[in-house]
């Protein structure tokens, strides 16, 4: 089974077909994401370690009142953990309501979460408009539906004759206000149903182009089929997207094989907490 690619559209120019038709993937739904990475774990033959169920205990009024109040908690958020796992363990962990993130990392995805709680989630919309700087990884030779790792690669390709200048010279269109065809399997809500249940359904759906601008777009490394990037860029930029219409460019295919966001604005990575860092600050233990 296959899926057409999205058009990129860069100047004026258009390199692919306009619609998107899916067909049924075996991909993850984000809310059974870690469940689904263990059962995988056990059908591999692993033991992955099961983290016991204990009653938490109440918080420190001390600890616990400056959160409820506001504060922003930078968080290097784990891979296979997704944004709304971070969120549900600190509420757990702080015992408060009113706790918000400032943009969404996918579930492979790594690194800096902005954590509001509250009077500081009214400055939500204010960090996620802030630019965003990504590392991560792209692979060239194939793409996947989901343009990322969880879904499996097709459609390989030979890369053997691309060199280290076109790899270099590929970025150039994407530098500057672009527009750009975010995934078919996203959030995005079409006629109130996010895109990636439609697909998962075997709908038809057409993702119209957004307005961002990538700031700039580095090479950092090149060990083919690899290549290492880094990438700062507007908000609403799905890196993942970035990578398949890079492959495109190139015309070998691509897909993101990681990522990780080091900063949002001022914020930074070096300056977050993980979530086991946190658990010890707060006296609270983290529990599944």
Not at 59 to 76: R, T
Not at 102 to 130: H, R, S, W
Not at 211 to 218: A, C, G, K, L, S
Request: some cysteine; proline content about 6%.
């Amino acid at each position: 089974m296959r899926c057409d690619v999205f058009p990129l559209v860069v100047a004026g120019c258009c390199f692919s077909p306009v619609m998107y038709l899916c067909r049924k993937y075996t991909v993850a739904r984000k809310q059974t994401y870690r469940l689904r990475y263990t059962n995988q774990l056990v059908a591999a033959g692993e033991q992955p370690e099961q983290t016991p169920r204990v009653k938490r205990p109440p918080i420190d009024p001390a600890i616990q009142l400056p959160y409820a109040e506001g504060k922003v908690v930078l968080i290097d958020k784990p891979i296979h953990w997704t944004s709304f796992d971070v969120i549900r363990k600190m509420r757990g962990i702080l015992q408060i309501k009113k706790i918000g993130h400032a943009g969404t990392l996918d579930p492979l995805a790594t690194g800096l979460l902005v954590v509001c709680t509250g009077k500081f989630t009214k400055k939500i919309n204010e960090y996620m408009a802030q630019l965003k700087v990504y590392t991560g990884h792209i692979t060239l030779g194939a793409t996947t539906p989901t343009y990322d790792l969880e879904s499996l690669p097709v459609e390989q390709k030979d890369f053997s004759g691309i060199t280290p200048e076109m790899i270099h010279e590929a970025t150039l269109p994407f530098i500057g206000t672009i527009q750009q065809y975010p995934p078919v399997f996203s959030a995005i809500k079409k006629d109130g149903v996010a895109a990636y249940e439609l697909a998962r359904r075997g709908k038809p759906v057409t993702m119209e182009a957004r307005e961002i601008t990538i700031h700039r777009f580095d090479i950092t490394a090149i060990e083919l089929p690899v290549i290492a990037f880094e990438v700062a860029c507007s908000t609403g930029t799905y890196i993942r997207s970035l990578a398949n219409d890079f492959g495109v460019v190139l015309g070998c295919g691509g897909y993101l094989s990681s990522l990780r966001r080091t900063a949002i604005g001022d914020f930074s990575v070096a300056d977050a907490f993980t979530m086991e860092a946190f658990e010890q600050q707060t006296g609270q233990q983290v529990v599944d």
